[in-house]
Each structure stands twice: as structure tokens, then as C-alpha cells.
């Protein structure tokens, strides 16, 4: 297909282009006027690695990266968790369930009215202690642990719901901060409160496991502390030195904030991939339908589907185009046929076939004119 022929197509089917993709968009448009909007805080932790093992090898010693990375992955590892997240998801719920009233810095309404209705007020009266927010947690762990419990199976096991660990760790992202000491860790929530709360309680079991894992490595070593003086196969004061360092470097640099903006929405993207989705199909059937039409679109197929040669055509004279001489024009192309008949055939009769694609067009018209012409010769 030609330029000029596509040109021609897409006039033809000009309200097909324009009309699809716009449906498209609005109808994508309408159905996205709901979306849910999301919020993603962030908060950012100081682990110092990089600068105690900097500390340790020295300026001139070579720093081993690979112990470092080792590192690193050991603390996503610890964030991600499913233990650490589960004392998450049980610590966010006790926090949900001792509150009296709504409070938008904790949970938003949606949040606590779907709360409410999942569990009810008889169980929560058994789990919660106003007083104590760690006994509230230890009661829902006791209550979890019972067989059949309402708790494990409406909210701690049901991944759509901000309390179940598998579904905190899908919403999370733990990334290191280029080749720094930093980790970043994002959280996205349909509750800009949850959102905020939730990455607070990982900063907050994710150090005291941390601390505990590392406490626990530096322990024999300890014990063991007043060998050092006296045995050269001792414990070395530096290694000593350092997993007390890493036990306790940990914090919270950056801590998450209520995010007051949600993520920025994909509708609009999701309307113009539609418009050109549409766009595209609407030029592609223009072709299609052009390419696999079987009429008879110009002269050379008419010779090549009826075996005849093509000897001429009168133009569509228009009323509004006066100033033409059309009578000369009707005339010459007369002659041209006539000439081109007499060219291929020495023969006295001839065999002249008149058609056009669509009725009224002038097929007895020109057949008059023929003939009077040829009546001349």
C-alpha cells in the first residue's frame, strides 16, 4: 500500500479512527473514577557496616566487600522475615484493637470499621488490656494459637488484610542505599496511618532481633574475654570489637512520616494507552479491510480478474467545477479508447465491456458516447 493510498483509508474510515480510541479512553476513564489511592512512606536505617569494617581494615588494608554484602543481605533477610513480620502484623492489630475511638494517626475509619466487623466485641474484650499494650499482644498470640480461632483465620492468615505477614512483605520494599550504611525501606497502604505504623514496628522488632542475633554471637566470646591475655588462640579483641559495634550501630536515621500525598495515580497513563491501543486497531483494520477487500479498486486489477485490457475511463465531472472544459476532455478520452481498440485488434468486430463498481456512474452514458463515436469512424 501506497502513501497516497493509506491517506485515502484513513479519510474513508476518518470517524472509525476518531470514534474508537475515544471510546476506549472514556470508557477507561469511567471505570478507573474509583481507583484506590495508595501511600508509600519510607523510612531509612544506619547500619554501619561499611564505615566499622572501613574502621577495622584500616586506610591502606583492603576492605572486604564481600563480607559487607553478606551483611547486608543478612539484614534484609532479618526485615523480611516471616517471624519478624508476624510480630508485626500482631503488634499493628493490638494497636488497632486498644483504641476507643478513631484516631486518623493510627488507623483510618475504613480500617477500623472493617476491623470491627470482622471480629467481634466479645473477643476483643477477651484480648484487649487497655493498660498494657504487651499483654495485648501476648493475648492475641495466646488466642492465634487456638485451634479454629477467628483472630488466625479473618485477619492473621488472610493476605489482603494489613495484619497477615505475608501480605506486609508483598507491600514492602528493603533496598540498600547505593554502596552506603543506609537501607531504605518502603510500605505501600490504602491507610496513609497503617502505612506510617507499620514500617515503625519493623524498624522496631527488626533492631531488637538484629541486636539479640549479634548479642548472642559475641557471647562465648565474652565468657571468654579473660583469656585474651593469656592465650594466643583467644578470642581477638577486634573481632570482639566489632560484633559489639555492628550489635548496637543500628538506628533509625530517617524516621517514616504520615504521608499526606498519596502515589501518584496511573489513570490518566491507563487513558492514553487506551487511546492508542484504540488508535492503532482502528488504522490496522483500515488496512486490513483494504487489503483483503476483493472489489475491483483500480485498473489493474480489472485486468487481471476479467483477462481484458483497460482502455480508458471518463472522469466524474463535478457541477461545482464549471470551469473545466469536460466536453473536450469527454471527447479526447473517447478517441484514446477508440485508438487503443483499433491498436489491438485487426479484427472487424470487437468486444467492448462497460462496467463500474456501483450503479449510476455513467456506464450507459459512456456506452452512448462510444458508440456514437466509433458510428463516426
Same mark, same amino acid.
Given at each position: ?192 496511618? +497503617? ?81 492508542? +491501543? ?100
Amino acid at each position: 500500500m501506497t502513501i497516497p493510498q493509506l491517506i485515502r483509508q484513513i479519510k474513508n474510515h476518518w470517524l472509525l479512527i476518531i470514534t474508537l480510541p475515544s471510546l476506549i479512553a472514556g470508557f477507561i476513564f469511567f471505570l478507573t473514577r474509583n481507583e484506590i489511592c495508595e501511600y508509600n512512606p519510607n523510612a531509612v536505617i544506619y547500619t554501619g557496616l561499611t564505615s566499622v569494617r572501613t574502621l577495622e581494615s584500616g586506610q591502606n588494608d583492603q576492605i572486604d566487600y564481600f563480607t559487607i554484602n553478606n551483611s547486608f543481605d543478612n539484614i534484609l533477610t532479618i526485615v523480611k522475615s516471616r517471624s519478624t513480620l508476624e510480630e508485626v502484623g500482631i503488634r499493628l492489630l493490638a494497636a488497632h484493637l486498644m483504641l476507643r475511638q478513631p484516631n486518623p494517626a493510627v488507623a483510618n475509619n475504613h480500617t477500623i470499621k472493617h476491623l470491627q466487623t470482622v471480629l467481634p466485641e466479645s473477643v476483643r474484650n477477651q484480648i484487649v488490656n487497655f493498660s498494657s499494650p504487651e499483654r495485648t499482644v501476648e493475648n492475641i498470640c495466646r488466642y492465634s494459637e487456638m485451634p479454629g480461632n477467628i483472630i488466625s483465620e479473618k485477619l492473621l492468615n488472610v493476605n489482603d488484610e494489613p495484619y497477615n505477614a505475608k501480605g506486609i512483605r508483598a507491600k514492602l520494599t528493603a533496598i540498600r542505599e547505593g554502596t552506603s550504611d543506609m537501607v531504605r525501606l518502603n510500605y505501600l497502604s490504602t491507610d496513609p496511618a +497503617v502505612a506510617k505504623q507499620t514500617l515503625e514496628l519493623i524498624n522496631l522488632v527488626f533492631r531488637r532481633r538484629y541486636q539479640e542475633l549479634k548479642m548472642s554471637e559475641t557471647r562465648t566470646d565474652i565468657e571468654n574475654l579473660h583469656e585474651l591475655n593469656n592465650s594466643k588462640n583467644g578470642v581477638s579483641a577486634k573481632n570482639l570489637f566489632q560484633n559489639w559495634i555492628n550489635s548496637t550501630s543500628v538506628q533509625v536515621l530517617d524516621a517514616p512520616k504520615l504521608a499526606d500525598q498519596p502515589e501518584s495515580s496511573n489513570r490518566i497513563l491507563l487513558t492514553v494507552i487506551g487511546f492508542t +491501543v484504540g488508535f492503532i486497531f482502528s488504522i490496522g483494520f483500515s488496512i486490513g479491510k483494504t487489503y483483503f477487500n476483493k472489489r475491483i479498486k483500480n485498473p489493474k486489477r480489472a485486468e487481471h480478474l476479467t483477462g481484458l485490457r483497460f482502455t480508458g475511463a471518463l472522469p466524474h465531472f463535478k457541477d461545482d467545477l464549471k470551469q473545466f472544459p469536460w466536453g473536450a476532455i469527454e471527447h479526447q478520452t473517447i478517441n484514446q479508447c477508440i485508438s487503443k481498440l483499433k491498436k489491438w485488434s485487426n479484427q472487424q468486430t470487437h468486444l467492448v465491456v462497460i462496467a463500474s463498481s456501483r450503479e449510476g456512474e455513467g456506464k450507459s452514458f459512456f456506452t452512448k458516447k462510444l458508440v456514437r463515436q466509433l458510428s463516426n469512424v
